[in-house]
């Protein structure tokens, strides 16, 4: 007998949180100013304040996570709110982690544009000896 409101309140409050979000504010934007995850806090990413992309798979099409690296030098730049979570009590910026979630688009195709973007947008770092571009690993 007790069950019965225990699942109308699961109920209800499911419905309450399906409505409650917004679907017209896209969760992920990438585009050649950077990243941008809301869910983290809002603001873009530069991708050249990135040292680096990684996914949980090599092949980012069968990819479940994204990692993204942001160098110090980026702290100046990005806004508070990013700041604030990613370094977080921190000398050092942590990774920011964009996991597969529920997304009006497949996470291999976010994964492919965030590896596409960041190869085309990345500054290559260049070497102190011969000033010739470094290979930036994505």
């Not at 990243?35 to 990684?54: E, K, L, S, T």
């Not at 110090?72 to 979630?101: H, M, Y």
Request: proline share 9%; hydrophobic share 45%; net charge positive.
């Amino acid at each position: 007998m007790i069950l019965l409101p225990m699942l109308i309140f699961f109920i209800a409050f499911a419905v309450y949180e399906y409505f409650r979000r917004d679907f017209v504010t896209p969760v992920i934007t990438i585009g050649p100013q950077g990243i941008q995850d809301i869910r983290i806090a809002p603001g873009f990413i530069p991708w050249q304040h990135m040292d680096g992309v990684i996914f949980a798979t090599m092949d980012p099409r069968t990819a479940k996570a994204a990692t993204i690296f942001v160098n110090v030098e980026g702290k100046n730049s990005l806004s508070e709110g990013l700041v604030a979570k990613i370094w977080k009590r921190s000398k050092r910026p942590r990774p920011v982690l964009i996991r597969r979630g529920q997304f009006d688009t497949q996470f291999r195709e976010i994964a492919a544009a965030v590896d596409l973007y960041y190869r085309a947008y990345k500054v290559p770092a260049r070497t102190p000896e011969n000033g010739s571009p470094q290979r930036v690993p994505a």
